[in-house]
Nanobody, 119 residues
């Protein structure tokens, strides 16, 4: 069992920056990847960024060059640094953890944190 708790959401102007953090607890040894998804009203949830156990990262095309995902294994946290924010970045952001259960990958989710980008 893994628990994920997000923090750091808020209101920023276009071009501003925001940093989201996700703290993991429980059976964190089982995590093979952690990442961030976002979902705007009326839209499907989409992957924003992910970091796997090897340290490799992947980003959605829409955030490449602006967002950076990183991890701190000592603190069991994953951070999403968001720069040059755009109005279209407004969404609920959800921390995601992936574990291997033998038969496949299982997803854990945080409750989400709201990011609003508006002038």
């Amino acid at each position: 069992q893994v628990q994920l708790v997000e923090s750091g959401g808020g209101l920023v102007q276009p071009g501003g920056s925001l940093r989201l953090s996700c703290a993991a607890s429980g059976s964190i040894f089982s995590l093979i990847a952690m990442g961030w998804y976002r979902q705007a009203p009326g839209k499907e949830r989409e992957l924003v960024a992910i970091i796997i156990s090897s340290g490799s990262t992947n980003y959605a095309d829409s955030v490449k060059g602006r967002f950076t995902i990183s991890r701190d294994n000592a603190k069991n946290t994953v951070t999403l640094q968001m720069n040059s924010l755009k109005p279209e970045d407004k969404a609920g952001y959800y921390c995601n953890g992936k574990t291997w259960h033998g038969a496949g990958v299982y997803d854990y989710w945080g409750q989400g944190t709201q990011v609003t980008v508006a002038s």
